[in-house]
């Protein structure tokens, strides 16, 4: 058999290494990040080819033919070992065959159960596809590349809406981002994403009704770093102004903002960035809300000009953008650029690591909730192919492309689609800049006797660095552009060229494969890549006319592609899988027909150009016959050229720009509701240059309020105004009834003009701290007591100022009111009430009309700024089915969990749990939700006794957020009091610019809701933060201390 000669030989380098196989400088052939693994190398190269019997078979043929004894064992060992090997991936693909089967029932069932919800009223259109309509991506799914409308349209787009004045703002987090001089390479964080998102925020910021654009990235001030990475703003030059034909402003334009979070003066992996994400959320939404006043104030006519879209790029960027998008109540939008689940899959079947192992390497569990939390929250999901969606998002549980059909059906026809909502898919490529490509018109020959008349422009450098390898120069050259990774499939390219006689004789071939300087410091695989192809082109005999060169600078590929375009070459991208193949267009932008992968984006790129042939990355020959076609067939070339010229407008960053923002204007607009309550308002001076930008908007809840609008006195100072217990008695009275007449007449989003809180004065006296008590306790008792303590121990502090104290907890408002009462304390003790593990949010009041029986208001504004996507009634009929499957599983134990109609709420729905230790953990209640289409955040709560079903954005910390964005409390004053452990929601409160204390053996029973994590709760807690401190929780002067360590308290 061919295949065991192929082993042997193999087999046979192997065993010729002698004994001094583990030196360093050994061959990197066998050897793996300096340590020799023959067997991991055997299996990478060969394992994936073959199967159990033709290894087996032969180890046979290998030990009978070898005569020494020593060597007979050594390869009879290796043989075995390697069998073993290959046993164990069969067993990992099979387990992994096994997930995939439980993933496709379970998402059937789920898609029968949504469709039974719906029965009632499905149309012929939801139960197949209609010709003529629309795919479930709102792409036609006929054989071209959609536009969303022809050219005519988007001009009378451009006219409609160019006095819009956009803002958007664009994420992308890892990485190093700069507008000029990009660092492409030089990390594997630092690729195509980076020029990608730059690149798209400068095309937004020339295009007709976009006002400003926002690219929020990581600020780096490491040592190892360019010092441009420190700076805090970048403007971006735009490339042409062609199309800037909107009004320029002082703040338009577009812009690298640089958040600082994370380790200070450390550049680090995106792998190592999830625990500091909620500390880049809260200072993004810092400086989206400062910008969203400033350009009020420039061309929003005084009132905030909220982001109409925030873009999250990558999965970190979309946890991100989520928790945004929910903070400010604005839409989102996603590209995930490359997907967990995917790159999981193929983790999983090569065999070389574990999920385990995988997870701990990667965080690839917390990327892929990253990217389900982006499903959840997402508008709109922005591919570059087909192929993303229909091979990658559709592993996950939140997106069905059948179920999406089906509820895009109702919505056309304005059917309920009883609480199910799914992100709309479009796919749009990625953009070119093409204005400055001047394709290639010559020859060689005829280039060659030009620049002999013109010696004055000589070739780039480049050129004569990659004809140096020629014999004959003069030839087509066959162009490769990729890194020396397995997955490019080079070294089948390098076997097509050397084993086609022909196509050697009519060509040569171009391996540009990134930039190194010595093998030896090359990682493993690339170095064994390349190795190999150098071992291919010895084999062939393919000196002079294979190049390979060590460099090159980024802005000499283009000098690259012109080169192949003059010898009439042709440029080939042979990967296995390609998920887009932008250089497939940069090549098509430079006059060059290309040959290219059938599996992925290229396909797509290829009806649309028309430019060249698509082959079997697998198939050897399919490969040398579509290079030889090409390069033999001149009318082909020309027509190939040709069309790639004629089409390529298509891949343009203004085209793109279009298809972009139509699909963002069509987004239902969402932005905060409630009216700020700016007339009459008295400003206060402050001493904080930061505070400036919200003096006149500032109502927070930090504040005391005045009725009658007299200032303090002259002289006294805050502390003198309201430390006294009278004054402070006086203050509460006020701020009670503040908030009942402001409930009254503004919530709702309209603030009613016969309501004497509209002309009112309110001058704001702002409290230096907020303590927020986010305290999980076993029992009410427990957290009674942690509150006294708190209370005690803060209210006696020597605080620069005011203090407020927010609760913030699952308990019901009328569980909140018992504990208080039961304790002799006053909820007008407190500035706010968290409740419902989020949901609800109350303010102390000293009437009961808003709840009644009960001294507080609710905030409804909050309701409207978190119920996006909430399922309402078709939520919770799902929920109580699920219940009831839960107890008919096991009736001998009686009802294990039921619905809790007393404690839940139009946007809470509370369930009892009998026996936590009988019902799915939190992640697997989360995952039936998705794949029913129902977007709602499950949390497990007080020791797993209660479950909450609540808006997907809602939460305790985003409870925290929104309270930063209606009133303007200062997140880094807040100080959030926690347990060791919590509810399953624990995570949120942690992270962020806020302080937290965590109290020892507080909550630590809870600890069982977390041991069944899809990823560790360890890999995504901010602990080394300084911002973080552990103390006693019986314990005052232990609060006491670490509050004085946090800067809260003075010393």
Avoid at 973 to 1002: A, M, P, Q, R, W
């Amino acid at each position: 058999m061919a295949g065991n000669d192929w082993i042997n030989s193999y087999l046979e380098a192997i065993l010729d290494a002698g004994p001094g196989i583990d030196d360093a400088k050994s061959s990197l052939l066998l050897r793996e990040r300096g340590h020799f693994s023959p067997t991991r190398y055997f299996v990478e190269e060969v394992i994936t080819g073959f199967d159990e019997t033709d290894l087996y078979r032969s180890w046979v043929r290998a030990s009978a033919t070898r005569s020494p004894q020593e060597r007979n064992t050594r390869l009879e060992n290796m043989c075995w070992r390697i069998w073993n090997l290959a046993r164990k991936k069969k067993q990992l693909e099979g387990e992994e065959a096994q997930r995939n089967a439980k993933r496709r029932l379970e998402r059937e069932r789920g898609r029968r159960e949504a469709t039974a919800d719906m029965s009632e009223d499905l149309s012929e259109g939801e139960k197949g596809d209609l010709s003529g309509d629309h795919s479930a991506h709102g792409d036609s799914s006929r054989g071209r590349m959609p536009r969303i409308s022809s050219a005519d349209v988007m001009e009378n787009w451009a006219s409609q809406y160019k006095e819009k004045k956009l803002y958007i703002v664009l994420i992308s987090l890892h990485g190093l981002i700069r507008g000029e001089n990009m660092e492409l390479g030089r990390d594997s964080d630092t690729g195509g994403q980076v020029k990608y998102v730059v690149e798209l925020a400068r095309a937004l910021g020339s295009m007709p009704g976009v006002y400003r654009v926002d690219l929020l990235t990581r600020q780096v001030s490491a040592p190892d770093v360019d010092w441009s990475y420190a700076e805090p703003t970048e403007m971006l030059h735009l490339r042409t102004t062609e199309n800037l034909t909107h009004e320029v402003g002082e703040s338009s334009g577009a812009y690298i903002v640089r958040i600082p979070f994370g380790p200070k003066d450390k550049y680090i992996q995106k792998e190592l960035l999830w625990p500091h994400i909620p500390e880049f959320v809260d200072a993004a939404l810092s400086h989206i809300i400062q910008m969203s006043t400033v350009l009020g104030e420039q061309i929003g006519g005084g009132q905030p000009v909220w982001p109409v879209a925030i873009h999250g790029h990558y999965a970190d960027a979309g946890d991100s953008a989520a928790l945004l998008s929910g903070a400010l109540n604005v839409p989102m939008v996603f590209t995930g650029h490359s997907l967990g689940r995917d790159k999981l899959e193929q983790l999983l079947k090569q065999g070389r690591l574990s999920r385990e192992e995988i997870n701990s390497t990667y965080k690839i569990m917390r990327r892929i909730e990253a990217e389900e939390l982006s499903l959840d929250a997402s508008e709109i999901v922005i591919t570059s192919t087909r192929q993303e969606i229909e091979e990658q998002w559709r592993l996950y549980d939140g997106f069905d492309p059948v179920l999406e059909r089906k509820l895009r059906a109702r919505i056309k026809r304005g059917v309920s689609c009883h609480g199910r909502f799914m992100p709309r898919m479009v796919v749009i490529p990625p953009g070119m800049e093409f204005h400055h490509i001047v394709p290639h018109d010559g020859d060689v020959d005829g280039e060659m006797e030009k620049n002999e008349d013109n010696p004055a422009s000589p070739d780039p450098p480049i050129w004569s660095e990659i004809m140096r390898f020629f014999s004959n120069p003069r030839k087509p050259m066959i162009l490769a552009l990729a890194r020396p990774d397995p997955k490019k499939n080079i070294t089948t390219l390098v076997k097509a060229f050397g084993e086609c006689r022909p196509l050697r004789e009519l060509a040569n071939l171009c391996l540009v494969m990134g930039n190194r300087d010595d093998i030896d410091e090359m990682s493993g695989t690339n170095a064994s890549v390349l190795l190999s192809i150098l071992k291919l082109i010895d084999r062939y005999d393919l000196y002079g006319q294979v190049a390979y060169p060590k460099h090159h600078k980024q802005y000499e590929v283009a000098d690259i592609y012109r080169l192949a375009a003059k010898t009439k070459g042709v440029f080939i991208n042979p990967a296995f899988i390609e998920p887009f193949g932008l250089t497939l267009i940069e090549a098509a932008a430079y006059g060059l027909p290309t040959v290219a992968t059938k599996n992925g984006g290229p396909v797509d790129i290829h009806r649309v150009l028309d430019n060249g042939l698509l082959v079997d990355p697998h198939d050897q020959q399919s490969i040398a016959d579509a290079l030889l076609k090409l390069v033999s067939d001149k009318q082909l070339w020309a027509r190939c050229r040709q069309n790639g010229l004629k089409n390529i407008h298509q891949f343009s960053w203004p085209e793109h720009c279009k298809t972009y923002l139509s699909r963002i204007i069509s987004c239902k607009p969402r932005q905060p509701q409630w009216q700020r309550i700016d007339d009459g308002l008295e400003k206060v001076e402050s001493d904080s240059p930061g505070d400036s930008l919200r003096d006149i908007q500032d109502l927070s809840l930090n504040l005391k309020f005045s009725l009658d609008g007299d200032k303090i006195e002259e002289g006294n100072t805050f502390d003198n105004a309201l430390d006294t217990e009278e004054n402070s008695a006086s203050g509460k009275n006020k701020l009670e009834n503040a908030i009942l007449a402001w409930s009254k007449g503004t919530i709702g989003g309209a603030q009613k003009s016969d309501q004497n809180v509209g002309t009112s004065k309110f001058p704001a006296m702002r409290r230096t701290h907020i303590f927020v008590i986010a305290v999980d306790s076993d029992t009410n008792s427990d957290f009674l007591e942690i509150i006294k303590k708190v209370v005690e121990t803060v209210r006696k502090g020597n605080s620069a100022g005011f203090i407020g104290i927010i609760l913030s907890t699952a308990l019901t408002i009328s569980e909140v009111h018992s504990v208080l009462v039961s304790g002799g304390l006053s909820p007008l003790d407190f500035d706010a009430f968290i409740c419902n593990s989020g949901s609800e949010l109350y303010y102390p009041s000293s009437s009961t009309e808003d709840v009644p029986g009960l001294p507080f208001v609710v905030d409804l504004d909050y309701h409207s700024h978190t119920e996006y996507r909430w399922g309402g009634e078709g939520l919770r009929k799902t929920l109580v089915r699920w219940a009831a499957s839960i107890n008919d599983k096991k009736p001998e134990e009686g009802k294990i969990v039921e619905h809790d109609e007393s404690r839940s709420t139009a946007h809470c729905y509370a369930f009892k749990v009998a026996n936590p230790s009988l019902i799915p953990p939190v992640k697997e209640l989360r995952k039936l939700m998705r794949i029913q289409a129902l977007r709602c955040h499950v949390t497990y709560c007080q020791n797993g006794t209660n479950l909450h079903v609540i808006p997907v954005l809602a939460s305790r910390s985003q409870a925290l957020r929104y309270l930063h964005v209606r009133w303007g409390i200062d997140l880094k004053n807040v100080v959030v009091f926690v347990g060791e452990c919590g509810d399953s929601d624990y995570e949120g409160l942690l992270g962020g610019i806020h302080k937290t204390v965590i109290l020892k053996g507080v909550g630590i029973n809870a600890r069982k809701l977390h041991a069944n994590r899809n990823y560790p709760l360890e890999d995504v807690l901010p602990l080394d933060s300084p911002n973080v401190v552990q103390t006693e929780a019986r314990d005052n002067s232990s609060i006491r201390t670490s509050l004085e360590k946090l800067g809260v308290l003075k010393v």
